[in-house]
């Protein structure tokens, strides 16, 4: 038996599968053929909702030119359980280009994302975006340039009538930790106000004044879809997380409420980083130090909220 539930690790084979058989130059219906399979499997196995036995996969990696080194390292994953979590090394701790990302980021039909330190690759402006890969990287400019590249592409999710409704919860901490220049920061958090004017998505600001509580520490990015169950995606140091069991789901769904509700509201986190853009403007301009007096726009927008939206 070969049917299978969806899941991260199907999918991301699935869509491995897929580009192989195109780079290979090899028909749908030609590689349906030669397996005895229908169209419909096939399409199906691509797509991860079904599954198939490790001598058809080789058989199709066979036919699209791999090597026998190749189709073992490929078999080994497919004999990996599903277990509910799904682990992949970050290239130099940046997970940019990880397969099952990207095909769930585009899969997605709302994103939730928190960010405690920096603003969220998704929101990068490319000089910000640069700055933050450079200090994680260390690496070649010419290896940091093409990290800078694949982030600034992931940001077309965003784009078109199919974008996901996207939320970005952004700690005030971010506002505060200088990234490269006070020009640098100008320009990002002149994109973050511009941003948060498209309809699909939603920027809001935890203030300092929310707390300290653990679910604030880390970050997260919580995706759902119309046919398939949520997916969340954690970075952990040099690795990602990707995790879809209900009770873990659960676990950042609390956290999803408990941000919305501890986080100014969209019109007020708009003003906050309209201050904060023009902070920097100041500073890049030597008239200011961008230091002193920031919090207090945050703390005045939180002020002005009704007492029953701070519980």
Request: glycine share 6%.
């Amino acid at each position: 038996m070969d049917k299978q539930r969806s899941t991260v690790r199907s999918r991301e084979l699935g869509n491995e599968l897929r580009e192989v058989r195109l780079a290979a130059g090899v028909r749908g219906k030609d590689m349906a053929q030669l397996l005895n399979w229908s169209p419909a499997k096939l399409v199906a196995v691509e797509k991860g909702t079904r599954g198939a036995r490790p001598e058809d996969i080789a058989t199709m990696l066979a036919a699209c030119g791999f090597k026998l080194p190749e189709v073992r390292e490929l078999l080994r994953r497919v004999r990996n359980q599903d277990n509910g979590f799904l682990v992949r090394p970050n290239n130099s701790g940046l997970s940019d280009n990880l397969r099952a990302l990207i095909i769930h980021e585009n899969l997605a039909t709302k994103l939730c994302e928190y960010r405690p330190m920096i603003v969220p690759g998704l929101l990068q402006t490319e000089d910000y975006a640069r700055a933050i890969i450079r200090s994680a990287d260390g690496e070649a400019s010419t290896t940091i340039e093409q990290c800078v590249r694949t982030r600034l592409a992931r940001q077309n999710v965003l784009i078109g009538p199919n974008a996901p409704r996207s939320t970005f919860y952004i700690h005030e901490a971010t506002l505060q930790g200088q990234v490269g220049s006070a020009q640098i920061m100008h320009e990002q958090l002149l994109q973050l106000v511009l941003r948060s004017n498209i309809r699909s998505v939603t920027i809001r600001i935890v203030p300092f004044s929310a707390g300290g509580a653990t679910e604030l520490s880390s970050s997260f990015l919580l995706m759902d879809f119309d046919r398939i169950n949520p997916v969340v995606h954690v970075d952990i140091s040099t690795v990602s997380v990707f995790l879809e069991r209900p009770q873990e789901i659960e676990q950042y769904r609390s956290r999803q409420h408990l941000l919305a509700r501890l986080a100014l509201s969209a019109e007020e986190s708009r003003e906050v980083l309209t201050d904060w853009a023009d902070r920097y403007d100041r500073a890049r301009e030597g008239q200011r130090d961008v230091q002193h007096g920031g919090a207090d726009v945050a703390q005045e927008q939180l002020q002005r909220r009704r007492p029953d939206q701070l519980r």
